[in-house]
């Protein structure tokens, strides 16, 4: 029952909604959410320990970000010319580029090839747009004329790609993405959000001269920082102007600011660590596709999506084994009786293939 002043006052796309759910881990080997299973060395921690209790924390955060801005275009390989705009997290920046576009006057379309990114489709209702998700092939690839054919019918104002994918984990063909970009032209923006791109060692971060509609998203989260909140979207200075004005002011904070820059001074720490990731999800996928009925499908990401034979038993057994994965089966038709599973530490990789081995064999 929902009360009167609830009636009267939320929009009734929102009373529909549920949260966005994240399950409570503690005690839970936390395979769901992609994360880095590695913290800082003890070393870097003591030493951003001592930087943190020198943050000037009575003032707001200096608002042009200088310092950060110029660690990220330095260590990201942003082209000359070119800066970033900084977000709480990436999901912020998927926001504030939604909220540039939507329109009050008509309707604005954003469209991304499916299954996607929960965020994109949900910021866009969230802004009052329409989202026109275009399904992947079966091998989850960019269905290029059906995405062209999309384009020309919705003219969507962006077109979220991500590279890899999520939940899918394969890197889009870079062909079908550019042919994407050209198709919008001057009447769509082509995000390309790169948040795995530390694993796939792949980046459209070079292409931003040749496109001005394009732009190019990155997070610190899945690099080992998840918990700091960090994204930044990089793109030519015409765009940047107008994503800065609906950027809420002061929006990454001084705690975050500091550990960003010190984070990004130890890249290669941070870059040795999904090294060490991608090592990993090899033998996990080998140890995965030993299994009867698994099947697993090929990852340039820090998860793996896998095909079981019965999502929802396997996703509730592990449960009870307090192993937390992502169950997919609901969220589009290809993903039917499919799992996703961050790659993790050897030993919690092995817990994992063990606690799914015993769920295939008590079915
Ligand atoms: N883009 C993709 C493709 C993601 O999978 C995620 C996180 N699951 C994000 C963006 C959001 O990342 P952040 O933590 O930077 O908000």
């Not at 200096?62 to 990220?72: C, D, E, M, N, R």
């Not at 004329?145 to 994918?165: C, G, R, S």
């Not at 090294?275 to 009867?292: V, Y």
């Amino acid at each position: 029952m929902t009360s009167k002043l609830i009636e009267n006052t939320i929009r009734p796309d929102v009373r529909a909604l549920s949260s966005y759910h994240v399950p409570d881990a503690s005690g839970y080997i936390k395979l769901d959410a992609m994360e880095n299973p590695y913290q800082l060395p003890e070393r870097l921690r003591n030493e951003l320990a001592m930087r943190l209790a020198d943050a000037v924390l009575n003032r707001y955060p200096v608002p042009t970000y200088a310092t950060l801005k110029q660690k990220i275009r330095a260590t990201l390989g942003v082209p000359e010319g070119f800066d970033v705009i900084l977000g709480n997290g990436s999901d912020e920046i998927i926001s504030i580029v939604i909220s540039a576009v939507a329109r009050t006057d008509r309707r604005t379309v954003i469209m991304a090839p499916v299954p996607a990114f929960v965020m994109f489709a949900r910021s866009a209702q969230m802004a009052g747009c329409d989202f026109v998700g275009v399904p992947l092939t079966a091998d989850f690839s960019l269905d290029r004329e059906a995405m062209l054919a999309a384009i020309a019918e919705h003219q969507p104002a962006v077109v979220f790609l991500a590279y890899p994918n999520n939940p899918t984990g394969n890197l889009f063909d870079e062909a079908d993405i550019e042919a994407i970009v050209e198709a919008l032209g001057d009447t769509g923006i082509a995000v390309v959000d790169e948040a795995y791109g530390p694993f796939a060692k792949a980046s459209f971060m070079d292409r931003l001269p040749r496109y001005p509609n394009l732009v190019v998203m990155r997070t610190l989260s899945k690099l080992g920082l998840a918990g700091i909140r960090l994204g930044y979207l990089a793109a030519g200075a015409e765009l940047l102007e107008q994503f800065d004005k609906v950027r809420p002011p002061y929006n990454v904070n001084v705690l975050t600011q500091v550990a960003a820059e010190f984070a990004l001074d130890h890249i290669d720490v941070l870059n040795a660590q999904a090294d060490a990731i991608n090592a990993e999800r090899s033998g996990l996928a080998a140890a995965l596709s030993a299994l009867p009925g698994v099947t697993v499908f090929p990852s340039r990401a820090n998860f793996l999506l896998v095909r079981v034979p019965d999502a929802d038993s396997a996703c509730s057994q592990l449960l009870a084994d307090k192993i937390m994965i992502k169950n997919m089966s609901k969220m589009h038709g290809l993903l039917a009786n499919c799992i996703r599973v961050t790659v993790s530490t050897p030993e919690e990789n092995t817990a994992f293939v063990d606690a799914l081995r015993a769920s295939l064999e008590t079915r």
